[in-house]
């Protein structure tokens, strides 16, 4: 069974419920004014981690570059390495310079594993 959450506060919710109970907000017009790449970019911060990781596969695999902070946001801030070298794969694969310069940034990350992954993506860029 699918869990339906809301998508400005992320409460579990009944599918079709028109209002969230938690945060008031009105579904249906929340998701109307958010084009397909910004429902995606607000869905990095999913409460399900599978979510998430599937979120940034397909930021990265379509190219938008629009999510390039938001996605070096969520490399540094997170405490799940998984969505952080998720990341860091659509940063690569999105490949503008902003986003390059991004992920040059994390050569030096204090975590072994980002800093791996940053070097050794960018090496294979090159
Ligand atoms: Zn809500």
Request: charged share 30%; net charge negative; with cysteine.
């Amino acid at each position: 069974m699918t869990t339906f959450f809301c998508p400005a506060c992320w409460t579990a919710t009944g599918k079709d419920v028109p209002q969230c109970r938690i945060c008031g907000c009105d579904i249906q017009e929340y998701l109307a004014e958010k084009s397909y790449a910004q429902r995606l970019i607000e869905a990095l911060n999913h409460p399900d981690p599978t979510t998430r990781l599937r979120v940034a596969f397909i930021l990265g695999r379509r190219r938008e570059s629009e999510a390039v902070p938001f996605l070096a946001r969520k490399v540094r801030e997170s405490r799940d390495l998984y969505i952080g070298l998720a990341c860091l794969e659509a940063l690569l694969e999105i490949g503008d310079e902003a986003a390059l310069e991004e992920l040059r940034s994390f050569r030096e990350d204090e975590r072994p594993l980002i800093a791996a992954k940053a070097i050794a993506l960018l090496h294979e860029k090159e």
